[in-house]
């Protein structure tokens, strides 16, 4: 897992030119369709996702990685990049609740191991399928809860241009 976080890094500064690699804070103008409507929006350009998040062992180490690699001893500049820079562009989907639930409690623990208070952020972590497409609708699900969760889900595989996709498959012992 370090060495895939240090490989994107490193691919990132290598062949796309960005110098802070994982840490870019660049922003890009992206287009999406929102109910029949062209939105334009500025996002960061550097999206990561991890697809099948688990417990979120890919991006609690790209969250270390970042911290330790472009700011350590600068805990200023750490606090207000978390915020505006990295909280809003990593992203996990994980379809199993227990895992999920690990993935927050572990992500909150590493920023605040950190010096980030995180208690207020909502983490951009979601109960959700990864291979199911975005959707408007839901129908009935049993719980407001979930619902609020899958549309979360279902904005992110609508809106956000993710650049880098990281992490462990789920694994079966067919494949």
């Known amino acids: 897992m370090k060495f895939i976080v240090r490989g994107v890094d490193h691919l990132l500064k290598s062949e796309f030119g960005l110098s802070r690699g994982l840490a870019d804070t660049s ?3 992206h287009s999406f369709l929102e109910q029949g409507k062209k939105i334009n929006k500025q996002v960061h350009r550097v999206q990561v996702l991890d697809p099948a998040t688990g417990t979120g062992t890919f991006l609690d180490e790209t969250i270390k990685y970042i911290h ?18 990295l909280l809003p562009r990593i992203w996990g989907f994980e379809i199993l609740m227990a895992s999920y639930t690990m993935a927050h409690l572990k992500l909150g623990l590493t920023l605040e191991h950190l010096g980030i208070d995180s208690s207020d952020e909502r983490l951009n972590i979601f109960l959700t399928n990864s291979l199911e497409e975005p959707h ?3 129908g009935t699900l049993f719980s407001a809860q979930l619902a609020r969760e899958s549309e979360e889900a279902s904005k ?11 992490g462990n498959p789920p ?3 067919e494949s």
């Open 27 to 29: 922003k890009i103008e």
């Open 171 to 173: 694994y079966s012992g």
């Open 68 to 85: 330790d690699t472009y700011f350590a001893g600068q805990a200023g500049a750490w606090s207000g990049y978390v915020g505006q820079d």
């Open 156 to 166: 992110v595989k609508k809106e956000q241009p993710i650049m880098v996709v990281m």
């Open 136 to 138: 408007d609708h839901l």
